[in-house]
Protein backbone atom coordinates (compact mmCIF):
# COMPACT_ATOMS: atom_id res chain seq x y z
CA UNK A 1 0.00 0.00 0.00
CA UNK A 2 1.39 3.64 -0.83
CA UNK A 3 1.25 5.45 2.70
CA UNK A 4 0.77 9.10 2.90
CA UNK A 5 1.21 11.21 5.71
CA UNK A 6 -0.41 14.34 6.72
CA UNK A 7 1.67 16.41 9.56
CA UNK A 8 -0.74 19.11 11.37
CA UNK A 9 0.33 22.02 13.25
CA UNK A 10 -2.29 23.16 15.79
CA UNK A 11 -2.23 26.49 16.95
CA UNK A 12 -3.85 28.19 14.37
CA UNK A 13 -4.58 25.64 12.04
CA UNK A 14 -6.59 23.03 13.86
CA UNK A 15 -7.49 25.21 16.76
CA UNK A 16 -8.03 29.17 16.95
CA UNK A 17 -6.14 29.40 20.47
CA UNK A 18 -5.08 33.24 20.08
CA UNK A 19 -7.54 34.09 22.50
CA UNK A 20 -5.67 31.61 25.16
CA UNK A 21 -1.97 32.78 23.39
CA UNK A 22 -2.92 36.50 23.64
CA UNK A 23 -4.21 36.06 27.38
CA UNK A 24 -0.91 33.83 28.62
CA UNK A 25 1.44 36.70 26.96
CA UNK A 26 0.04 39.07 28.73
CA UNK A 27 -0.26 37.27 32.18
CA UNK A 28 3.29 36.15 31.59
CA UNK A 29 4.81 40.14 30.72
CA UNK A 30 2.39 41.60 33.46
CA UNK A 31 4.17 39.33 36.18
CA UNK A 32 7.68 40.47 35.25
CA UNK A 33 6.59 44.15 35.11
CA UNK A 34 6.83 44.38 31.50
CA UNK A 35 4.98 46.08 28.86
CA UNK A 36 3.33 43.58 26.82
CA UNK A 37 3.95 43.20 23.01
CA UNK A 38 1.37 44.64 20.46
CA UNK A 39 -1.33 41.14 19.04
CA UNK A 40 0.48 41.02 16.07
CA UNK A 41 3.67 40.99 17.20
CA UNK A 42 2.81 37.90 19.81
CA UNK A 43 0.79 35.86 17.03
CA UNK A 44 3.37 36.41 14.79
CA UNK A 45 5.73 34.41 16.80
CA UNK A 46 3.01 31.54 17.33
CA UNK A 47 4.56 28.49 16.24
CA UNK A 48 7.82 28.91 17.93
CA UNK A 49 8.91 27.29 20.95
CA UNK A 50 7.99 29.22 23.95
CA UNK A 51 11.88 30.24 24.91
CA UNK A 52 12.74 31.43 21.14
CA UNK A 53 9.26 33.22 20.34
CA UNK A 54 10.36 35.15 23.69
CA UNK A 55 14.12 35.86 22.99
CA UNK A 56 12.43 37.45 19.43
CA UNK A 57 9.95 39.22 21.27
CA UNK A 58 12.43 41.15 24.05
CA UNK A 59 15.53 40.37 22.55
CA UNK A 60 16.94 42.90 24.48
CA UNK A 61 16.13 40.80 27.65
CA UNK A 62 16.99 37.25 26.61
CA UNK A 63 17.92 36.23 29.84
CA UNK A 64 14.24 36.59 30.85
CA UNK A 65 13.27 34.36 28.30
CA UNK A 66 13.34 31.00 31.09
CA UNK A 67 11.27 33.14 33.63
CA UNK A 68 9.01 34.16 31.24
CA UNK A 69 8.26 30.67 29.54
CA UNK A 70 7.01 29.30 32.94
CA UNK A 71 5.08 32.52 33.58
CA UNK A 72 3.45 31.66 30.63
CA UNK A 73 2.87 28.39 31.12
CA UNK A 74 1.07 29.15 34.68
CA UNK A 75 -0.85 31.32 33.21
CA UNK A 76 -2.15 29.13 30.27
CA UNK A 77 -2.80 26.52 32.71
CA UNK A 78 -4.36 28.32 34.99
CA UNK A 79 -7.10 29.84 32.35
CA UNK A 80 -7.70 26.59 31.01
CA UNK A 81 -8.73 25.12 34.16
CA UNK A 82 -10.69 28.17 34.27
CA UNK A 83 -12.70 27.22 31.63
CA UNK A 84 -11.67 30.82 30.04
CA UNK A 85 -10.08 31.71 26.76
CA UNK A 86 -11.39 28.65 24.84
CA UNK A 87 -9.28 27.42 21.88
CA UNK A 88 -12.34 26.08 19.44
CA UNK A 89 -11.61 23.91 16.39
CA UNK A 90 -11.68 25.30 13.20
CA UNK A 91 -14.89 25.42 10.94
CA UNK A 92 -14.81 21.64 9.05
CA UNK A 93 -11.33 20.45 11.15
CA UNK A 94 -13.50 17.83 12.57
CA UNK A 95 -14.94 16.54 9.50
CA UNK A 96 -11.89 16.90 7.94
CA UNK A 97 -9.99 14.82 10.57
CA UNK A 98 -12.40 12.11 10.63
CA UNK A 99 -12.35 11.27 7.24
CA UNK A 100 -8.59 11.53 6.62
CA UNK A 101 -8.33 9.06 9.56
CA UNK A 102 -10.50 6.56 8.47
CA UNK A 103 -8.46 5.92 5.45
CA UNK A 104 -5.97 2.82 4.99
CA UNK A 105 -3.94 4.87 3.21
CA UNK A 106 -3.18 7.90 4.96
CA UNK A 107 -1.52 8.20 8.61
CA UNK A 108 -1.65 11.66 10.36
CA UNK A 109 0.85 13.24 12.68
CA UNK A 110 1.33 16.78 14.40
CA UNK A 111 4.29 19.04 14.98
CA UNK A 112 3.48 21.83 17.33
CA UNK A 113 4.92 24.55 19.16
CA UNK A 114 2.72 23.61 21.80
CA UNK A 115 3.99 21.24 25.35
CA UNK A 116 3.27 18.28 25.68
CA UNK A 117 0.92 18.84 28.26
CA UNK A 118 -0.80 21.27 26.46
CA UNK A 119 -1.40 19.17 23.29
CA UNK A 120 -2.51 15.78 25.71
CA UNK A 121 -5.53 18.27 26.78
CA UNK A 122 -6.85 18.93 23.68
CA UNK A 123 -6.62 15.32 22.04
CA UNK A 124 -8.79 14.81 25.46
CA UNK A 125 -10.46 17.10 25.01
CA UNK A 126 -11.51 16.38 21.21
CA UNK A 127 -11.08 12.64 21.56
CA UNK A 128 -8.13 12.20 19.21
CA UNK A 129 -6.32 9.89 20.97
CA UNK A 130 -6.53 7.18 18.08
CA UNK A 131 -6.20 9.99 15.38
CA UNK A 132 -2.61 10.62 15.12
CA UNK A 133 -0.13 7.70 14.75
CA UNK A 134 3.00 10.21 15.44
CA UNK A 135 2.88 13.50 18.10
CA UNK A 136 5.80 15.75 17.98
CA UNK A 137 5.95 18.16 20.22
CA UNK A 138 8.38 21.42 21.47
CA UNK A 139 9.48 19.42 24.89
CA UNK A 140 11.87 17.21 22.54
CA UNK A 141 12.38 19.19 19.76
CA UNK A 142 14.22 22.43 18.52
CA UNK A 143 11.84 24.85 17.58
CA UNK A 144 10.33 25.18 14.43
CA UNK A 145 11.55 26.13 11.56
CA UNK A 146 14.63 23.22 12.22
CA UNK A 147 12.85 20.27 10.68
CA UNK A 148 13.60 17.54 14.05
CA UNK A 149 10.06 17.16 14.63
CA UNK A 150 8.97 16.31 10.60
CA UNK A 151 11.94 13.92 10.51
CA UNK A 152 10.70 11.95 13.50
CA UNK A 153 7.04 11.77 12.01
CA UNK A 154 8.76 10.33 8.95
CA UNK A 155 10.90 8.05 11.00
CA UNK A 156 8.25 7.07 13.17
CA UNK A 157 5.54 5.81 10.81
CA UNK A 158 7.94 4.91 7.99
CA UNK A 159 6.42 7.13 5.14
CA UNK A 160 8.99 9.06 2.47
CA UNK A 161 9.42 12.39 2.70
CA UNK A 162 7.80 12.35 -0.98
CA UNK A 163 5.07 11.01 0.11
CA UNK A 164 4.06 13.88 3.26
CA UNK A 165 2.42 16.99 3.26
CA UNK A 166 3.13 19.43 6.32
CA UNK A 167 -0.09 21.55 7.18
CA UNK A 168 0.47 24.77 8.68
CA UNK A 169 -0.24 28.48 9.33
CA UNK A 170 2.96 30.08 9.95
CA UNK A 171 5.99 30.71 7.66
CA UNK A 172 7.99 28.74 10.09
CA UNK A 173 5.69 25.62 9.43
CA UNK A 174 6.38 26.07 5.54
CA UNK A 175 10.16 26.50 6.30
CA UNK A 176 10.20 23.84 8.37
CA UNK A 177 8.89 21.68 5.77
CA UNK A 178 11.24 22.32 3.40
CA UNK A 179 14.45 21.58 5.71
CA UNK A 180 12.56 18.39 6.15
CA UNK A 181 12.10 17.85 2.56
CA UNK A 182 8.09 17.32 2.51
CA UNK A 183 5.04 19.25 0.89
CA UNK A 184 4.48 22.60 2.30
CA UNK A 185 0.54 22.92 2.39
CA UNK A 186 -0.11 26.42 4.06
CA UNK A 187 -3.88 27.58 5.63
CA UNK A 188 -5.11 31.22 5.08
CA UNK A 189 -7.39 31.03 8.15
CA UNK A 190 -4.39 31.45 10.94
CA UNK A 191 -1.84 33.59 12.27
CA UNK A 192 0.48 34.74 8.99
CA UNK A 193 -0.18 36.53 5.98
CA UNK A 194 -0.71 34.84 2.51
CA UNK A 195 2.37 36.35 1.07
CA UNK A 196 4.82 34.81 4.13
CA UNK A 197 3.52 31.91 3.64
CA UNK A 198 4.05 31.61 -0.03
CA UNK A 199 7.26 33.15 0.21
CA UNK A 200 8.78 30.47 2.77
CA UNK A 201 7.60 27.96 0.12
CA UNK A 202 3.88 26.72 0.77
CA UNK A 203 2.73 24.81 -2.77
CA UNK A 204 -0.69 26.24 -1.90
CA UNK A 205 -2.75 28.23 0.52
CA UNK A 206 -5.84 26.50 1.59
CA UNK A 207 -8.71 29.10 2.54
CA UNK A 208 -11.42 26.62 3.68
CA UNK A 209 -10.64 22.96 5.68
CA UNK A 210 -13.36 21.53 3.33
CA UNK A 211 -11.13 22.36 0.53
CA UNK A 212 -8.40 20.35 2.55
CA UNK A 213 -8.80 16.98 1.05
CA UNK A 214 -8.51 18.02 -2.89
CA UNK A 215 -5.54 20.18 -2.02
CA UNK A 216 -4.09 17.22 -0.26
CA UNK A 217 -4.60 15.23 -3.52
CA UNK A 218 -2.96 17.10 -5.85
CA UNK A 219 -0.13 17.56 -3.54
CA UNK A 220 0.45 13.47 -3.66
CA UNK A 221 -0.40 13.74 -7.46
CA UNK A 222 2.49 15.64 -8.23
CA UNK A 223 4.90 14.79 -5.47
Excluded: N
Excluded at 174 to 200: C, I, K, N
Amino acid sequence: MDLKLVIFDVDGTLVDSQAHILASMKGAFEAHGMAVPPREAVLGIVGLSLPEAFARLVPERAELAGRLTEAYKDTFAGLRMSGEGASPLYPGAAEVLAGLAARDDVLLGVATGKSKRGLDHLIELHGWARVFQTVQVADFHPSKPHPSMVQACLAETGVEAGRAVMVGDTSFDMEMARAGSVTALAVGWGYHPEDALVQAGAVRVVERFVDMPAALEECWAFA
